[in-house]
């Protein structure tokens, strides 16, 4: 199946919503493994990448389940500080995120997949097409995935 790069963008915006918040989160880690070293921060020290590493650090300090209802609440959009702060986020900021904490799930220092989880069957399908997509259309698909989520910052409020 072939995407043009809107319609790569515009798959990832649709696609996660008719899986529930932690199926959503699985395809992206999911995603995030399988395009390993693909999809890195931009320039090593880039700005994007030092604000998206000083969120993820604000996470990591948190115990594992409150690094789960963490990620819940911004897929989910809901109004917490940590959740809008990343719906404050450049559109590479975000991606940034998500690699981050792919690589902490990697090493531990955030809270793992369950080692039984496995995606249902939309999910793999999902998987599989973004799979056949060319980088660049993964790239802007993983874009219309994370870009909707967090929420917005209040007004007059710190975020």
Do not use: C
């Not at 690094?67 to 609440?73: A, G, I, M």
């Not at 998987?127 to 929420?151: H, K, N, T, Y």
Request: charged share 20%; proline share 6%; no cysteine.
């Amino acid at each position: 199946m072939t995407f043009t790069t809107t319609g790569s963008y515009d798959k990832g915006k649709e696609a996660l919503k008719g899986l529930n918040v932690d199926d959503q989160l699985g395809l992206l880690w999911f995603v995030y493994t399988k395009m390993g070293k693909s999809i890195t921060p931009a320039a090593p020290g880039a700005s994007g990448s030092d604000i998206a590493e000083g969120l993820f650090n604000q996470v990591k300090e948190l115990s594992h389940e409150e690094q789960l209802q963490v990620q819940r609440d911004i897929a989910t959009n809901a109004n917490t500080q940590i959740s809008r702060q990343y719906g404050s986020l450049s559109p590479e900021t975000k991606l940034a995120f998500w690699y981050f904490l792919a690589q902490g799930m990697d090493n531990g220092t955030i809270i793992p997949m369950p080692p039984n989880y496995e995606l249902p069957q939309e999910g793999k399908d999902l998987l599989a097409q973004i799979e056949g997509m060319d980088f660049q259309q993964q790239i802007d698909f993983l874009r219309g995935a994370v870009l909707p989520m967090g929420a917005e910052a209040a007004p007059g409020s710190d975020i």
